[in-house]
T-cell receptor
Framework: EPEVTQTPSHQVTQMGQEVILRCVPI?????FYWYRQILGQKVEFLVS????????KSEIFDDQFSVERPDGSNFTLKIRSTKLEDSAMYFC????????????FGPGTRLTVL | AQRVTQPEKLLSVFKGAPVELKCNYS??????LFWYVQYSRQRLQLLLR??SRESIKGFTADLNKGETSFHLKKPFAQEEDSAMYYC????????????FGGGTRLMVKP
């Protein structure tokens, strides 16, 4: 069964550094999402992406964040200058075209900012 | 603004006991609700959605618009049901994003 994959599984970085989190959505899916979960807190929506553009973003998704689909398979989340409070699990999800289709989640990337 | 509340962070029951994981929501439109489950060291996966009116692994959930609730129930808990359970509300906007509750950890003791 196809799955969403994410790399790396764990990323450690210094405050102020740029990080890129990578996701490979399920191949025939067209909607892509990033969520994050700070330890002990809720899973929070960051951004949705469709047809090569952002379709929705939350207030968390400020100018430090960007997303890209650089090729036909990858979907990336970039944090330009990481802060301590960016430490969290970051989940990628994808879904097929119909709004009735479920979102399939990746295993997550644990980002630790020191 | 939409909100999902799961009042219990932890629910501990014995095997064979009934289980009810509570979920309340706040949404101005027509709600579409889901339960996601995360077993130990595994990814979030969809358990069930209210529009399907299905029973998965013995779990059911009924949408009660009057009480704005979508509680998850199972008559006889099994040890393998131990996991984190998240209630989620789909926003019917351009992105169809999900708003999650805080999650409830279900522990089923032998």
């Amino acid at each position: 069964e196809p799955e969403v994959t994410q790399t790396p599984s764990h990323q450690v970085t210094q405050m102020g550094q740029e990080v890129i989190l990578r996701c490979v959505p399920i191949s025939n899916h067209l909607y892509f999402y990033w969520y994050r979960q700070i330890l002990g807190q809720k899973v929070e929506f960051l951004v949705s992406f469709y047809n090569n553009e952002i379709s929705e973003k939350s207030e968390i998704f400020d100018d430090q964040f960007s997303v890209e689909r650089p090729d036909g398979s990858n979907f990336t989340l970039k944090i330009r200058s990481t802060k301590l409070e960016d430490s969290a699990m970051y989940f990628c999800a994808s879904r097929a075209v119909s709004s009735y289709n479920e979102q399939f989640f990746g295993p997550g990337t644990r980002l630790t900012v020191l | 603004a939409q909100r999902v509340t799961q009042p219990e962070k932890l629910l501990s029951v014995f095997k064979g006991a009934p289980v009810e994981l509570k979920c309340n929501y706040s949404y101005s439109g027509s709600p579409e609700l889901f339960w996601y489950v995360q077993y130990s060291r595994q990814r979030l996966q969809l358990l069930l959605r209210h529009i399907s009116r299905e029973s998965i692994k013995g779990f059911t959930a009924d949408l009660n618009k009057g009480e704005t609730s979508f509680h998850l129930k199972k008559p006889f808990a099994q040890e393998e049901d131990s996991a984190m359970y998240y209630c989620a509300l789909k926003n019917n906007n351009a992105g169809n994003m999900l708003t999650f509750g805080g999650g409830t950890r279900l522990m089923v003791k032998p």
